[in-house]
């Protein structure tokens, strides 16, 4: 079955990075867009960061531009999020998810979690000030 098991969480300070690693297994991780969201408890998921199949494509919420970096791995079966310039407000359960989206899709379409298949089952950041 489609696993995909996110790490690389844990406690920081304001102003240090974290690396997350999303390992993917049981799809064509090579055919699937890759997204990741985050969620603080009481409120809704919140889109994070998107790329497409094959890394040419990426997709930042207005909130981490600049800081956090998406990418992926292909041969790896893995995706990454590297998160720099860390504060309190990234503090969440970060989870990564794939899905297989048209070439005519918009870039709006991508930061809807219902548009992702495969989930992950998070891991905790949380940032310190």
């Known amino acids: 079955q489609v696993q995909l098991v996110e790490s690389g969480g844990g406690y920081v300070q304001a102003g240090a990075s974290l690396r997350l690693s999303c390992a993917a297994s049981g799809l064509a991780f090579n055919m699937h867009s890759m997204a990741w969201f985050r969620q603080v408890p009481g409120k809704d998921r919140e889109f994070v960061s998107a790329i497409n199949y094959n890394g040419a494509d990426t997709y930042y919420a207005d909130s981490v531009k600049g800081r956090f970096t998406i990418s992926r791995d292909n041969a790896k079966n893995t995706g990454y999020l590297q998160m720099n310039s860390l504060n309190p407000e990234d503090t969440a359960t970060y989870y990564c998810?794939?899905?297989?989206?048209?070439?005519?899709?918009?870039?709006?379409?991508?930061?809807?979690?219902?548009?992702?298949?495969?989930w992950g089952q998070g891991t905790q950041v949380t940032v310190s000030s």
């Open positions: 998810a794939a899905g297989r989206f048209n070439s005519w899709s918009q870039d709006r379409d991508r930061r809807i979690d219902s548009n992702y298949a495969y």
